[in-house]
């Protein structure tokens, strides 16, 4: 059964880093996309980054492109997302999704993906 399991995520100051691991298990393809998306409070689910294996380059939401970054181990089957100049607005729970058919126009939109994890909150103070 496919499950991905996140971690890293915690309470950081405006301008800190944090980073995210999500590992999936059960999951097997010839390709592979994995992505995290966030929800703040009373807020819609938003994309945040996403890649592509083998051969894809990674795409970013605006808000944090130059700030995050999304790199895989295939050995562990484990992508993590890198935030750094953590900023207030950046707190949310954060989620990992996985999807062996996800199509490139589908890959910054929740419905491309058949796999969620539980999701991992992460705050930013001020």
């Known amino acids: 059964q496919a499950q991905l399991i996140e971690s890293g995520g915690g309470l950081v100051q405006a301008g800190g880093s944090l980073r995210l691991s999500c590992a999936a298990t059960g999951l097997t393809g010839m390709r592979i996309a994995m992505a995290w998306f966030r929800q703040a409070p009373g807020k819609e689910r938003e994309f945040v980054a996403a890649g592509r294996w083998p051969g894809g380059s990674p795409r970013y939401a605006d808000a944090v492109k130059g700030r995050f970054t999304l790199s895989r181990d295939s050995a562990k089957n484990t992508v993590y997302l890198q935030m750094s100049s953590l900023k207030p607005e950046d707190t949310a729970v954060y989620y990992c999704?996985?999807?062996?058919?996800?199509?490139?126009?589908?890959?910054?939109?929740?419905?491309?993906?058949?796999?969620w994890g539980q999701g991992t909150q992460v705050t930013v103070s001020s």
């Open positions: 999704a996985a999807g062996l058919t996800t199509i490139l126009s589908m890959m910054s939109s929740a419905g491309g993906y058949n796999y």
